[in-house]
């Protein structure tokens, strides 16, 4: 199902996605892995992906979502795109989203519930991390300006626990937190190794202050701009030289907290060609790190 149905469908939408946003088919190819002529298929082709997603059980708008995701990670780093691809994967297997689908091809597995033993929520001794991590998403999905200052490339939240120093050691949410009609929706559970890019951005300014142990990523605009002058906030400014010959950012970064001189609670990723300007933000916990993009969106909110 994976090989026949999910791989095939996520190819052609993220390929029509990324030609939406202007990139050539060969470029396409290249980061798809997969040849030019292919890509021109897929680009032919009229809603195949969205029945290879049904026949499967998952919801056109879920598949275009998902999508969206694969594309902004491919652009980054197709490693990125691998761990995401991984994440949507098991988080459908964990919730039996293609369970009816698999059954009506085996009858035999009936009671087969493998995969949601496997794939699905279940309690550790970290679970109150997981929780932490998760109350702080639910306030963001309870919010109802906070969808205002979401980015394009949607928002994650990551949270180091006590003696991180890896990505595999911080809690993020698979999938990220994506725009659904107007409001904010997590599809999955909080999870360990769920991110690299923003989990990398948080060990960096780790490895400057120790103090800082969550992160949140959010749009970065002129109206965001005013909103950090209103509160007294002034984020480190990445030089955008620097960060348009290193798209993930890090290396930028890094160099920046090198001259930096006092607490940082904000950084301004500029952007590059074809990858959208960002804030992030960052706190002692995910939900103070919540609590400030809460107290931005307000702001944000507030003007004209």
Same mark, same amino acid.
């Given at each position: @199902? @994976?090989?026949?149905?999910?791989?095939?469908?996520?190819?052609?939408?993220?390929?029509?996605?990324?030609?939406?946003?202007?990139?050539?088919?060969?470029?396409? #190819?290249?980061?798809?892995?997969?040849?030019?002529?292919?890509?021109?298929?897929?680009?032919?082709?009229?809603?195949?992906?969205?029945?290879?997603?049904?026949?499967?059980?998952?919801?056109?708008?879920?598949?275009?979502?998902?999508?969206?995701?694969?594309?902004?990670?491919?652009?980054?780093?197709?490693? %990125?795109?691998?761990?995401?691809?991984?994440?949507?994967?098991?988080?459908?297997?964990?919730?039996?989203?293609?369970?009816?689908?698999?059954?009506?091809?085996?009858?035999?597995?009936?009671?087969?519930?493998?995969?949601?033993?496997?794939?699905?929520?279940?309690?550790?001794?970290?679970?109150?991390?997981?929780?932490?991590?998760?109350? #702080?998403?639910?306030?963001?999905?309870?919010?109802?300006?906070?969808?205002?200052?979401?980015?394009?490339?949607?928002?994650?939240?990551? %949270?180091? =626990?006590?003696?991180?120093?890896?990505?595999?050691?911080?809690?993020?949410?698979? &999938?990220?937190?994506?725009?659904?009609? &107007?409001?904010?929706?997590?599809? @999955?559970?909080?999870?360990?190794?769920?991110?690299?890019?923003?989990?990398?951005?948080?060990?960096?300014? @780790?490895?400057?202050?120790?103090?800082?142990?969550?992160?949140?990523?959010?749009?970065?605009?002129?109206?965001?701009?005013?909103?950090?002058?209103?509160?007294?906030?002034?984020?480190?400014?990445?030089?955008?030289?620097?960060?348009?010959?290193?798209?993930?950012?890090?290396? =930028?970064?890094?160099?920046?907290?090198?001259?930096?001189?006092?607490?940082?609670? &904000?950084?301004?990723? =500029?952007?590059?060609? &074809?990858?959208?300007?960002?804030? %992030?933000?960052?706190?002692?916990?995910?939900?103070?790190?919540?609590?400030?993009?809460?107290?931005?969106?307000?702001? %944000?909110?507030?003007?004209?």
């Amino acid at each position: @199902m @994976m090989v026949d149905s999910f791989l095939p469908a996520m190819r052609e939408a993220v390929a029509k996605r990324l030609r939406e946003e202007g990139l050539s088919q060969g470029r396409i #190819a290249s980061l798809l892995g997969v040849t030019q002529a292919s890509v021109s298929l897929y680009l032919r082709s009229e809603g195949r992906s969205a029945e290879l997603l049904r026949r499967i059980g998952i919801p056109e708008e879920e598949g275009l979502l998902f999508a969206s995701l694969l594309a902004e990670d491919l652009k980054k780093n197709p490693v %990125y795109a691998v761990s995401t691809l991984y994440s949507l994967w098991s988080d459908a297997l964990g919730r039996g989203a293609m369970c009816h689908a698999h059954r009506s091809l085996y009858p035999q597995l009936a009671q087969c519930e493998v995969c949601i033993k496997t794939f699905g929520g279940h309690e550790t001794h970290s679970g109150d991390v997981i929780e932490h991590v998760a109350e #702080a998403v639910r306030m963001v999905e309870a919010s109802s300006t906070f969808v205002r200052i979401m980015p394009e490339v949607s928002v994650n939240i990551a %949270y180091a =626990p006590e003696g991180a120093s890896s990505v595999q050691e911080i809690v993020a949410v698979p &999938g990220r937190i994506v725009k659904v009609r &107007g409001t904010v929706r997590s599809f @999955m559970r909080p999870e360990y190794g769920a991110s690299t890019h923003v989990a990398n951005v948080l060990l960096a300014l @780790m490895s400057y202050d120790r103090s800082i142990r969550a992160a949140m990523n959010v749009r970065y605009d002129q109206k965001v701009r005013r909103s950090l002058i209103k509160m007294k906030i002034r984020p480190l400014l990445l030089d955008e030289a620097s960060v348009k010959r290193d798209s993930e950012m890090i290396g =930028p970064l890094r160099a920046a907290l090198k001259r930096a001189t006092g607490p940082v609670v &904000g950084v301004i990723d =500029p952007g590059a060609p &074809g990858l959208e300007p960002g804030l %992030y933000l960052f706190a002692h916990d995910a939900v103070k790190v919540v609590h400030l993009g809460l107290k931005v969106a307000l702001a %944000y909110a507030a003007q004209p």
